[in-house]
């Protein structure tokens, strides 16, 4: 097995965490030395095995696949990949920023994550080029506030909550839900936080 590129595979649905374990075995060069279906037990088995590479969901119980990505960053040598449905430009810059080497959709055939695993074993960046077009392109109009204020309307926090919370009057949490509000062209708050978390920016 010290030939192979030992990938640890993280995925909460359990069906599809099989079926890619089952995948990648099939691969000579490729060993599948742990799999997780929870981002807790993900980050246990990368410090326990150490492995070449990290596959991960994004959307994981008790902790994101970005939360364990973060954590084992200078931890370990391993790379990370995110295999995910978020086709969005925000997530990619997050993903990156929190140190994944590849940012891979799942609607992307199978048999590719066979080679991003190797390709990434052997220190390449692979990022879907569609995506990496629309990162570039798009901008993140939020400021650090909005987006705090954002987040717990999104948690179902009234004006006055998110006020206590931030230690703010309740008129400068309207002002910045308003702000947010004119910048994602929403309907109101609850759809500014939507379309916000939808684009990664949350």
Do not use: C
């Amino acid at each position: 097995m010290t030939d192979k590129i030992r990938v640890v595979l993280a995925e909460d649905q359990r069906m599809v965490l099989d079926a890619l374990a089952t995948l990648l075995e099939l691969e000579g060069d490729i060993a599948v030395v742990a799999k997780a279906h929870d981002g807790r037990a993900a980050l246990a088995a990368v410090q326990l095995n150490k492995p070449d590479v990290f596959v991960t969901d994004i959307e994981m119980p008790e902790l994101t696949g970005l939360d364990v990505v973060r954590q084992i960053k200078g931890q370990t040598p391993t790379r990370a990949v995110i295999l995910t449905t978020f086709a969005r430009a925000g997530y990619l810059r997050k993903a990156l920023e929190a140190g994944a080497s590849a940012y891979v959709l799942k609607s992307r055939p199978a048999r590719d994550l066979a080679d991003v695993v190797r390709r990434v074993h052997r220190g390449a960046r692979v990022i879907d080029p569609e995506l990496a077009a629309e990162a570039i392109g798009e901008v993140d109009p939020l400021t650090d506030r909005e987006r705090q204020v954002l987040r717990l309307t999104a948690r179902g926090l009234s004006t006055g909550d998110i006020a206590v919370e931030l230690r703010l009057s309740p008129g400068t949490v309207r002002n910045y839900l308003s702000e947010s509000i004119d910048k994602l062209s929403a309907s109101n708050r609850f759809d500014a936080a939507r379309i916000a978390r939808e684009k990664g920016w949350l």
